[in-house]
């Protein structure tokens, strides 16, 4: 005798229908996990856009700091000839216009010496921020 458990046609029905609902939860849930890794394909982008810039505005100012190291170098050099000058003048005991004029472009070279190290200051701390 083979005893096979009968299955009734009501029985079907409602298992038909609980394999339904487990259905749909899982297409829920799988449309879900779609979404949230479109969702996240989409800010990775974002994310090395961001990145890009970032690097790009690094690699600018890089350059500008180079720049004003460069100009600063110049600056200083510029300085230093103009004070080998006043200070051989001193000994030639050249006219004082002479003099005069070496000290008002020591002073500009200075003053515009500091406006860069500011600016470049200013430009380092929005960067920090």
């Not at 170098?73 to 030639?92: V, Y």
Request: hydrophobic share 35%.
């Amino acid at each position: 005798m083979d005893s096979k458990p009968e299955i009734n046609r009501d029985e079907l029905i409602r298992l038909h229908g609980v394999f339904n609902l487990n259905l749909d939860n899982m297409l829920k849930k799988v449309n879900a996990l779609i979404s949230k890794n479109r969702g996240l394909t989409d800010e990775n982008h974002q994310l090395r856009e961001s990145v890009k810039d970032l690097n790009n505005k690094i690699t600018e100012l890089k350059l500008q700091l180079n720049k004003i190291n460069s100009d600063s170098l110049f600056k200083e050099k510029e300085i230093s000839d103009l004070k080998n000058l006043l200070l051989s003048a001193e000994k030639n005991t050249t006219n004082i216009r002479d003099k005069e004029f070496v000290r008002s472009r020591l002073k500009e070279l200075i003053s515009r010496i500091d406006v860069h190290l500011e600016q470049y200051e200013d430009q380092a701390q929005d960067f920090e921020d």
